[in-house]
C-alpha cells in the first residue's frame, strides 16, 4: 500500500472506539448452526404433518365408513321384460303398459295402485308381477349373457303391475294419471302387434 495511504489510514482508524474483542468467527458459525438446527426442525415437522395427513387419508380410503348399504336396483328401462315383437317404451300410443312400484312402497299403497287400476275405464286387464317373477323372465330373455343374469338378484328387479289397455289413443293419458298415484316409480307403455302378447317372452 503507498505508504501516505497507509499513514492516513492509521490516523481516521486511530479515532474510532475500539471495538469489543470477540470471536467473530465463532459467533458466525453458532449462529450458522442455530439456523440449520430451526430449519431441520421445521423440515421434521412438515414431513411428519405430510405423513399424518397422508395416513388419516389412506385409513379413509382402506376402511370406510361401516353402513348397510341395501343393492343396487335395475332400471326400469332396463327391467322392461317383454316381448321382442313389441315396442318398448312407447311413447304416445300403446297396447300395454308396465307400473312399476316404488322399492319403499307400503303394503297399503300397492293395494291402493291395484284398485286405481282396476276401476280405471283404460284398463283392460291388471296383473302383479312379484321380483322373483320378474327375474324369471329377466333370466330367460337374457339367457345368453350369463354374467349379467348370474350377478342380478330378485331384490334389484321392482315390482310392477302388468297392464292392457282398451284403446291404444289412451296410454298418454293413463300415464300421467298413474305416475301421481303414491307408491308408482314409472309407467313405461309397451306396443304390440295385433294378436301379440307382451308379457310372452322367447
Same mark, same amino acid.
Given at each position: 500500500m503507498d505508504q501516505n495511504l497507509r499513514v492516513l489510514f492509521?490516523?481516521?482508524?486511530?479515532?474510532?472506539?475500539e471495538?469489543?474483542?470477540?470471536?467473530?468467527?465463532?459467533?458466525?458459525?453458532?449462529a450458522g448452526a442455530g439456523l440449520r438446527r430451526r430449519r431441520q426442525r421445521l423440515v421434521a415437522t412438515g414431513v +411428519? #404433518? %405430510?405423513? $399424518? &395427513? +397422508? #395416513? %388419516?387419508? $389412506? &385409513?379413509?380410503? %382402506?376402511t370406510p365408513p361401516q353402513r348397510s348399504v341395501p343393492p343396487p336396483t335395475v332400471s326400469a328401462g332396463f327391467g322392461l321384460v317383454v316381448n321382442r315383437a313389441c315396442q318398448a317404451p312407447a311413447e304416445e300410443t300403446a297396447t300395454d303398459a308396465a307400473v312399476y312400484l316404488d322399492n319403499e312402497i307400503t303394503d297399503q299403497q300397492r293395494s291402493a295402485v291395484?284398485?286405481?287400476?282396476?276401476?280405471d275405464p283404460a284398463v283392460g286387464t291388471v296383473v302383479f308381477q312379484s321380483r322373483e317373477e320378474a327375474l324369471e323372465k329377466f333370466k330367460?330373455?337374457?339367457?345368453?349373457?350369463?354374467?349379467?343374469v348370474d350377478n342380478i338378484k330378485p331384490s334389484q328387479l321392482p315390482e310392477s303391475f302388468r297392464i292392457t289397455l282398451v284403446v291404444r289413443?289412451?296410454?298418454?293419458?293413463?300415464?300421467?294419471?298413474?305416475?301421481?298415484?303414491?307408491?308408482?316409480?314409472?309407467?313405461?307403455?309397451?306396443?304390440?302387434?295385433?294378436?301379440?302378447?307382451a308379457s310372452a317372452v322367447d
Open positions: 492509521d490516523r481516521a482508524v486511530a479515532d474510532e472506539p471495538l469489543p474483542l470477540v470471536d467473530l468467527a465463532g459467533d458466525a458459525i453458532a +411428519a #404433518t %405430510v405423513i $399424518a &395427513v +397422508a #395416513t %388419516v387419508g $389412506a &385409513v379413509n380410503v %382402506v291395484n284398485r286405481a287400476l282396476d276401476a330367460k330373455l337374457y339367457a345368453d349373457e350369463p354374467e349379467l289413443s289412451q296410454y298418454a293419458e293413463l300415464a300421467e294419471r298413474v305416475k301421481r298415484t303414491p307408491g308408482v316409480d314409472e309407467v313405461l307403455g309397451i306396443d304390440c302387434p295385433a294378436g301379440t302378447s
